[in-house]
């Protein structure tokens, strides 16, 4: 059975940084398409930043030069450096996972969260003024 577990998630200051992270377990593929979406009150959800098994990575703009996303085989595990956290950003984060690497090409998993095919339940961080 596939999973994916996030954690990381806390209350912190404007300024401030966290790490989120995402076990993956139940299976290992060396082909994949990784991202994290995030979903605030009354908003829809929204792409936050995407990588490959070839480590590219993808971003939203309003996240670029603060969050870094990235992987790491060994312990199946999904990271999000989130730094200069901002009000803004406060939402709950999810993980997400599609087994073909092109999904991430193009930013076709930001148009197409839908066909993620597996996703985590969530890690809430919320950012104060």
């Known amino acids: 059975q596939v999973q994916l577990v996030e954690s990381g998630g806390d209350s912190v200051q404007a300024g401030g940084s966290l790490r989120l992270s995402c076990e993956v377990s139940?299976?290992?593929?060396?082909?994949?398409?990784m991202a994290w979406f995030r979903q605030a009150p009354g908003k829809e959800r929204e792409g936050v930043a995407a990588?490959?098994?070839?480590?590219?990575?993808s971003y939203t703009d309003s996240v670029k030069g603060r969050f870094t996303i990235s992987y790491d085989n060994a312990k199946n595990t999904l990271y999000l450096q989130a730094n200069n956290l901002k009000p803004e950003d406060t939402a709950t984060y999810y993980c997400?996972?599609?087994?073909?690497?092109?999904?991430?090409?193009?930013?076709?998993?930001?148009?197409?969260?839908?066909?993620?095919?597996?996703w985590g339940k969530g890690t809430q961080v919320t950012v104060s003024s």
């Open positions: 997400a996972s599609n087994l073909q690497p092109w999904f991430c090409y193009s930013g076709t998993w930001r148009r197409r969260p839908d066909d993620m095919t597996y």
């Open positions: 139940g299976y290992i593929s060396v082909s994949y398409c």
């Open positions: 990588i490959d098994n070839d480590g590219s990575t």
